[in-house]
């Protein structure tokens, strides 16, 4: 199985900056996608941005220009940096792998136990 273990969560100002990290550890033959989802209070989880093995990215229109997604495949590991912070930033923050343990095996989605993001006004 693989595991997902998020940081770096916090409460931050608006106009501020915090990175999350998430590292993907467990029985890893390759992680084909890796990125972050948010669930809001009383909202629906979202895609906030994916990055794939070969580098390729996407972005919510919310936060285009201002996060920037970057992973370091040789640990395993997706980055998230978010500059100019709003109060519409505020969620819980899950990380989310589509993952293969075995070579030959379907890629499977794994998540992560979130972390909480609060941007204050």
């Known amino acids: 199985q693989v595991q997902l273990v998020e940081s770096g969560g916090g409460l931050v100002q608006a106009g501020g900056s915090l990175r999350l990290s998430c590292a993907a550890s467990g029985s890893i033959f390759s992680i084909d996608s890796i990125g972050w989802y948010r669930q809001a209070p009383g909202k629906q989880r979202e895609s906030v941005t994916t990055i794939t093995r070969g580098g390729f990215t996407n972005y919510a229109d919310s936060v285009k220009g201002r996060f920037t997604i970057s992973r370091d495949n040789a640990k395993n590991t997706v980055y998230l940096q978010m500059n100019s912070l709003k109060s519409e930033d505020t969620a819980v923050y899950y990380c989310?792998?589509?993952?293969?343990?075995?070579?030959?095996?379907?890629?499977?989605?794994?998540w992560g136990q979130g972390t909480q993001v609060t941007v204050s006004s």
């Open positions: 989310y792998a589509e993952a293969r343990i075995y070579r030959y095996c379907p890629p499977r989605d794994y």
